[in-house]
């Protein structure tokens, strides 16, 4: 089944883009958040980032998400140096 689309089209574009990552989404049932994404590393230090269904700027949130992604060691397959 198909999720949910973000009503902001750059908000949806940044999550689509995440989800190419290998983010995954997980809609929020109720709550301020529209959703979180999670990392690909999906364990204790894998990043988490909200997804605001009316951001304060649709287009600021959309650059912080891509940011985040971005930042983010899990979602670029780098490996811990510990491991």
Do not use: F
């Amino acid at each position: 089944m198909a999720r949910l689309r973000h009503p902001n089209k750059e908000i949806e574009a940044a999550i689509s883009a995440a989800e190419d990552l290998g983010w995954t989404v997980y809609i929020s049932p109720k709550g301020h958040a529209w959703g979180h994404l999670y990392c690909p590393k999906n364990d204790r230090d894998g990043c988490i980032i909200s997804v605001w269904s009316t951001p304060r700027s649709k287009e600021n949130h959309a650059r912080s998400i891509t940011r985040k992604v971005k930042l983010c060691p899990g979602s670029h397959g780098v490996e811990d140096e510990k491991s």
